[in-house]
């Protein structure tokens, strides 16, 4: 008799989290429609994000927790930055461009940011960014529409955290 939370995606799809289940077990999940319900305010997002307009990349991530940026932009690169190296030269660079942004969910549970532009050696780059709401975690999709190129290429995303004491395993 417990109510979930739960939302529509844009695609129709209901979206229900469910907690603490085991491993190779299942809950039963019984959808009732109720009428007057009182109207409910999403939590608060336990993350505080901004997807530079220019690049398409997230330059500032920090936890309501914590005042800090979990992100380096030290090295000129954000987090996602998408890099694309012609030949065999890294030091001939080039980076995604007509940037547009857009958020495609928003709800209690789920939200998700869209960054579509163009990209050197692709048709077309999207990334997507999920916030998920009351996980604390933040998911990250690229799809490249990838051109055929047969020489030598690089295709890069940047992933440069600044997280104090870190370790990468």
């Given at each position: 008799n417990t109510r979930l939370k739960t939302q529509y995606m844009s695609d129709g799809n209901l979206c229900v989290l469910v907690r603490d289940v085991p491993p190779f077990?299942?809950?039963?999940?019984?959808?009732?429609?109720?009428?007057?319900l009182p109207h409910?305010?999403?939590?608060?997002?336990?993350?505080?994000?901004?997807?530079?307009?220019?690049?398409?990349?997230?330059?500032?991530?920090s936890y309501n927790m914590v005042d800090w940026n979990f992100i380096d932009t030290s090295s000129g690169y954000g987090l996602n930055d998408y890099i694309y190296v012609e030949g065999r030269d890294p030091s001939v660079r080039r980076y995604a461009e007509n940037i547009?942004?857009?958020?495609?969910?928003?709800?209690?549970?789920v939200?998700?940011?869209?960054?579509?532009?163009t990209a050197p050696g692709a048709d077309k780059l999207i990334r997507e960014i999920s916030i998920i709401n009351n996980l604390n975690r933040i998911?990250?999709?690229n799809s490249i529409f990838k051109t055929a190129v047969y020489e030598p290429e690089g295709v890069h995303f940047a992933f440069p955290f600044n997280i104090p004491e870190g370790e990468v395993n």
């Open positions: 077990a299942a809950s039963r999940i019984i959808i009732h429609e109720e009428q007057n409910l305010i999403p939590p608060e997002w336990p993350f505080n994000m901004y997807i530079n307009e220019h690049t398409g990349a997230i330059t500032q991530l547009e942004v857009s958020r495609t969910e928003s709800g209690p549970l939200n998700t940011f869209r960054v579509e532009s998911d990250i999709r």
